[in-house]
């Protein structure tokens, strides 16, 4: 019988083992966007210019996914200035409390300790990925294993480029604000 972490962790090395990030094409595509958007914010001299390369190297990130993922359609939308969904507030309505039920009975305290447990850490996963925040559990996994592989392929993408841009950052004189 398998188990509910078995299957979580079979979602995530499938994941990551059929990751499309691995492709070297995949990885031209970025660096090319990446340079592209970090010459933009150069041009511009934005106030806060660490910022805007933070935001221009996840935007990069973003097309290079083509949308095909809820992180990648949310740090599109989000840096547009507006949100695909909006949010409506809720009435307040019965018990609010986890693992209240609306009788006033709590269900037994192991049980219900690691139900929360799971629920906070899901929370918190959440919250790291862009867009993924009321995800359930399987395809919060799922897009978790894509955003790390992304941003992987984002390090070596910068590291890279340092590494080609430091003999000549050496040699310039230094960025002013």
Avoid at 153 to 174: H, Y
């Amino acid at each position: 019988m398998e188990t509910p972490n078995s299957s979580l962790q079979g979602i995530f090395n499938k994941t990551k083992n059929e990751s499309k990030w691995i492709a070297e094409s995949q990885q031209r595509r970025y660096s090319s966007k990446l340079l592209e958007a970090l010459r933009l914010v150069r041009t511009k001299k934005p106030p806060a210019p660490s910022r805007a390369f933070q935001e221009a190297a996840d935007r990069a990130l973003a097309v290079a996914a083509r949308g095909r993922s809820r992180w990648s359609r949310a740090i599109l939308s989000s840096r547009r200035g507006f949100s695909i969904h909006k949010k409506k507030k809720r009435a307040v309505t019965g018990c609010s409390r986890l693992g209240e039920r609306a009788d006033g009975l709590f269900r037994s305290r192991g049980k219900r300790f690691a139900g929360v447990e799971v629920e906070r850490r899901r929370r918190v996963l959440g919250r790291l990925i862009p867009g993924c925040r009321k995800l359930m559990l399987p395809k919060l996994v799922e897009e978790a294993g894509d955003y790390i592989a992304a941003l992987e392929m984002q390090v070596r993408a910068m590291s890279a480029l340092t590494e080609l841009l430091a003999p000549s950052l050496i040699r310039s004189p230094p960025y002013t604000i």
